[in-house]
């Protein structure tokens, strides 16, 4: 079982920046794939960003230039840098780690961009 822990979320203005951090209990040289997905209100969950053990990455085109995901193995954690944020990227941020060819989320973190 991964625990996922995350921090970093709040309110924020149009512009501003924020940094995610997701903290997995497992040995981050074990976990396959660490990312972070979003949902904001009335809408489905989506995949935000994303980055394997083989050191591949992801980041979505709604989001390409202004958000960056890093990953420390050796401090089990994922991160996510947030620029030039928008009123749209408003939402609930998920961490979800694949660890054994079995999915984990964490508890999520509120983003709030005001206008």
């Known amino acids: 079982q991964v625990q996922l822990v995350e921090s970093g979320g709040g309110l924020v203005q149009a512009g501003g920046s924020l940094r995610l951090s997701c903290a997995a209990s497992?040995?981050?040289?074990?976990?396959?794939?660490m990312g972070w997905y979003r949902q904001a209100p009335g809408k489905q969950r989506e995949l935000v960003a994303l980055?394997?053990?083989?050191?591949?990455?992801y980041i979505a085109d709604s989001v390409k230039g202004r958000f960056t995901i890093s990953r420390d193995n050796a401090k089990n954690t994922v991160y996510l840098q947030m620029n030039a944020l928008k009123p749209e990227d408003t939402a609930v941020y998920y961490c979800?780690?694949?660890?054994?060819?079995?999915?984990?989320w964490g508890q999520g973190t509120q983003v709030t961009v005001s206008s």
């Open positions: 979800n780690a694949v660890c054994r060819a079995r999915g984990y």
């Open positions: 980055t394997t053990s083989a050191g591949t990455s």
């Open positions: 497992e040995s981050g040289f074990s976990i396959d794939a």
